[in-house]
DNA sequence: CTGAATCCAAACTGATACTG
DNA sequence: CAGTATCAGTTTGGATTCAG
């Protein structure tokens, strides 16, 4: 199944989580939940310190999870394209959720630091 | 600040996650979320495969973020109670909506194989 | 009972060079 | 343009031993 491995007591959480663990996932998941499919390369220019290694694998790993398609359009040069699917549109408000709460935890630590 | 390195663009989402990732911390999470304070042995108890060493670690780092509070008692032999915090609790919806996507992802799962 | 310390293996990420 | 391949570095987790 998964890496269950990494899911010893087969938490649901953990299930969750796995769809967006990966250095840079939640960031291309921020920008394919705006819709608009992306090409590999747009990608690229968007986040600019990934690695096109960790661009391709962790694009893979969405794939393999429904998240997003991948689109090879048949030309030289070659053009490929990445889009969310409806399924992967479906994380949107556990995403919101954790973004809210990350938003707030910036402001208590800067109380903290007080 | 936090492990800022692995947040290479100030994600909020990223913020929210570093909360919670690590092999057992949902699991340790799940358990304190109950609201009742729990002994180090406790907890070893309830995760058998988890090493004192990881248990340890998560616990410091859980509580390094205000998710949790440590009392010790100053008996012998020692005694360590692991407290949710008020704050803590605010993971709460958080995490719920995670579970429910998780549940959901395994049904999905299980359609596909078909 | 609740750890800390050490050592080791596996997983993850980065850098670089190459290709259809 | 959109990758693949290889190698090196970093991080994470596990196993074991020791200690207040």
Redesign the pocket.
Known sequence: ML?D??NPQQCQIVVALNMIV???KPIILDHLLHGEPL????LKKLIP??????L?MH?RELEEHDILT?TVYPQV????EYRITEYGMTLQPMLKTMQQWGANHIEHMKEKDN
Chains 1, 2 share one sequence.
Request: glycine letters at 4%.
């Open positions: 890496k491995k990494k990966g250095k840079w090409r590999f390369n747009e310190d990934i690695t096109q290694r960790m391709t694009l991948r040069p070659p053009k490929v």
